[in-house]
């Protein structure tokens, strides 16, 4: 199983989202989850590899609007980012 890391400011978004939008983070808990247990650039929310200078990096959907934007190893998944497709954050 993978460890999960989040980077930079993710964890306070992910402690937001838990008291803001039950619904999206029952999403993110549930992606999260799968992401630990089996491969991370496969199952719900269309995993999609990131091009450009994003190459790398992975996005799965949360939502219509938001996204989860991570990297992944054998021993971790790497969270980056949490949130609105077209955040300014």
């Known amino acids: 199983m993978r460890s999960i890391v989040f980077e930079g400011k993710t964890w306070s978004k992910y402690e937001e989202l838990r ?9 993110l808990c549930k992606i999260i989850q799968e992401m630990q247990r089996e491969d991370p650039s496969r199952g719900i929310g269309k995993p999609e590899q990131l091009q450009h200078n994003l190459s790398g990096f992975w996005s799965r959907r949360l939502s219509r609007g938001d996204r989860l934007i991570y990297k992944y190893d054998e021993k971790a998944v790497y969270i980056f980012a949490i949130g609105g497709h ?4």
Do not use: G, R, S
């Not at 008291?19 to 999403?27: G, I």
């Not at 077209?86 to 954050?89: A, V």
């Open 19 to 27: 008291k803001t939008d039950q619904k999206l983070h029952t999403n």
């Open 86 to 89: 077209y955040d300014t954050q």
